[in-house]
C-alpha cells in the first residue's frame, strides 16, 4: 500500500492502472494521493456537484473511502504513510460534515462559486429584521404573562418562515451549479444569513 507524492490528480493509478473513482484513493491497490488544494468536498467523495445529494448515496460513499483511508489501517506503514492518511481521514471526514448538512453544503456551493461569506457580507432580506423584532416583543409579552400556548404559535411561525427560507435556499442553492451569477450569489447570501438569523431566534424558544 504505497504512497504516491504527485500533487496533481492522476485519472488513473500510477501503481496499477485501474481508473481512480475518487482523487484520493485507488480502490484496487489501496494507493493513497494526496488531496490537491483545487479537490473539492464532492471531488473527494466521488459525488456529483449539486445541491441535491441522496443521503443514503453520500454515507456509502464516506463509508467506501473512509474505511480504507483510515489511520488504524495504516498502523504497521511507515510515517510518511500514516501522516498521510491521518490528513486524508480529516479531509473525509470534513468533507462528510460539511455536504450532509444542506445549510452547510449550501454555504459551500456559493463560497466555492466565488460568493461572500457570512463575514464578508451579514446583510438579511430588509422585510426579515422587522418580522423578527416583532415577533421578539411579541414572545418577551407572552413570556411575560406566562402564556404557554402563545409561545408555541410564535415557535410555530417562526418555523414556517424558517421553512420558506430554507426553500428559497435550496432553489438559489441549485441554481448556482448551473449558472452561478453575481446577482443570484448575493440572493443565496441573503438567504442564508436569514436562515441563521431564523435558527438563533428558534433556539431561544
Do not use: W
Not at 492522476?10 to 492502472?17: E, G, I, T, V
Not at 480502490?27 to 456529483?48: K, W
Not at 460568493?115 to 413570556?143: F, I, N, Q, W, Y
Not at 442553492?173 to 448551473?178: D, P, Q, S
Request: with cysteine.
Amino acid at each position: 500500500m504505497p504512497v504516491t507524492e504527485t500533487i496533481a490528480r492522476p485519472a488513473k493509478c500510477q501503481r496499477c492502472d485501474r481508473t481512480l473513482r475518487v482523487p484520493i484513493l485507488c480502490d484496487g491497490c489501496h494507493t493513497l494521493y494526496p488531496a490537491a488544494q483545487a479537490v473539492d468536498h464532492f471531488s473527494l467523495l466521488g459525488l456529483p456537484r449539486r445541491f441535491d445529494l441522496d443521503p443514503q448515496q453520500l454515507h456509502q460513499a464516506y463509508i467506501a473511502i473512509s474505511r480504507n483511508i483510515h489511520p488504524d489501517y495504516f498502523g504497521g506503514q511507515p510515517p510518511e504513510m500514516q501522516r498521510l492518511a491521518l490528513r486524508l481521514s480529516a479531509a473525509v471526514n470534513e468533507a462528510r460534515a460539511v455536504l450532509s448538512d444542506p445549510l452547510l453544503r449550501a454555504e459551500y456551493l456559493l463560497e466555492t462559486a466565488g460568493g461572500k461569506s457570512a463575514a464578508e457580507d451579514k446583510r438579511v432580506p430588509p422585510e426579515l429584521l422587522g418580522e423578527v423584532m416583532m415577533l421578539r416583543e411579541e414572545l418577551e409579552e407572552t413570556r411575560r404573562c406566562g402564556d404557554a400556548g402563545a409561545v408555541e404559535t410564535i415557535r410555530a411561525q417562526v418555523r414556517r418562515r424558517a421553512e420558506a427560507t430554507m426553500s428559497r435556499v435550496a432553489g438559489l442553492a441549485r441554481g448556482v451549479t448551473e449558472d452561478p451569477g453575481e446577482g443570484l450569489l448575493d440572493e443565496l447570501r441573503l438567504e442564508l444569513n436569514a436562515m441563521k438569523y431564523l435558527n438563533n431566534l428558534l433556539s431561544e424558544l
